[in-house]
């Protein structure tokens, strides 16, 4: 959601509607991922109490705590860091957009997601991009989705990493032969 913007989000609305509750994991955003931080917010300050007496009495780690502590400080970083990340990632999109035998979906977080075209399949692509180029890029196959072995999520980096990434898979998909499509 910090990559979408004010647009995106319902905070701005919770003092009007009580009934609202969001919950929002930090994970993601600041790449904190074994942190496990997130929050909830409401206007509902009983519900809020409610929440909050159901948590475990250790529910955050020191290491955690100590993060949070920090983190107003680094509020203007992290806006800068969410905008840069933003403008590569639509930048990734531009690139892999351009790339024939691809579907780029135009990207509203720090990753795009790429459909295949007929016949391929995202385990041979993700196999060819590291063995070929050391590159590792997330298959959808595993996912709860319609022809999920057709997908990649590709994470934004820098904008030379993102240059260096659709030249792989542009190269990839040229070597990558198709399976048959059965027919029917």
Same mark, same amino acid.
């Given at each position: 959601? &910090?990559?979408?913007g004010?647009?995106? =989000?319902l ?9 609202l509750m969001?919950v !929002?994991?930090m994970?993601k955003? @600041? $790449?904190? $991922?074994?942190?496990?931080l997130g929050?909830?917010?409401t ?18 780690n $020191? +290491? #955690?705590?100590?993060f949070?502590?920090h983190?107003?400080a680094?509020a203007? &970083?992290?806006r #800068?860091?969410? !905008?840069?990340?933003? =403008?590569?990632?639509?930048e990734? @999109?531009?690139? +892999?957009?351009?790339?024939p035998? %691809? @579907? #780029?979906?135009?990207? &509203? ?8 075209g007929p016949g391929?399949?995202?385990?041979d692509?993700v196999?060819?991009?590291l063995r070929?180029?050391? +590159?590792?890029? !997330?298959?959808c196959?595993?996912k ?7 997908? +990649?999520?590709?994470?934004s980096r820098?904008?030379?990493?993102n240059a260096?990434? #659709?030249?792989a898979?542009?190269?990839v998909?040229?070597g %990558?032969?198709?399976y048959p %499509?059965?027919?029917?």
């Amino acid at each position: 959601m &910090d990559f979408c913007g004010e647009r995106a =989000t319902l905070e701005p609305e919770l003092a009007r509607f009580l009934n609202l509750m969001i919950v !929002k994991s930090m994970s993601k955003a @600041y $790449g904190i $991922g074994g942190l496990r931080l997130g929050y909830l917010a409401t206007a509902d300050l009983e519900l809020a109490a409610r929440a909050r007496s159901a948590l475990p009495i250790w529910n955050v780690n $020191g +290491l #955690a705590e100590a993060f949070l502590r920090h983190l107003p400080a680094f509020a203007g &970083d992290f806006r #800068a860091s969410v !905008k840069l990340t933003r =403008t590569e990632c639509d930048e990734l @999109y531009d690139q +892999l957009a351009e790339i024939p035998g %691809v @579907y #780029a979906h135009p990207p &509203d977080a720090n990753f795009v997601l790429v459909r295949l075209g007929p016949g391929r399949r995202s385990e041979d692509v993700v196999r060819a991009l590291l063995r070929d180029h050391r +590159l590792f890029v !997330k298959d959808c196959a595993g996912k709860s989705m319609r022809d999920g072995e057709r997908y +990649l999520r590709v994470a934004s980096r820098t904008s030379s990493e993102n240059a260096h990434f #659709a030249g792989a898979l542009r190269e990839v998909l040229a070597g %990558v032969s198709a399976y048959p %499509v059965a027919a029917g």
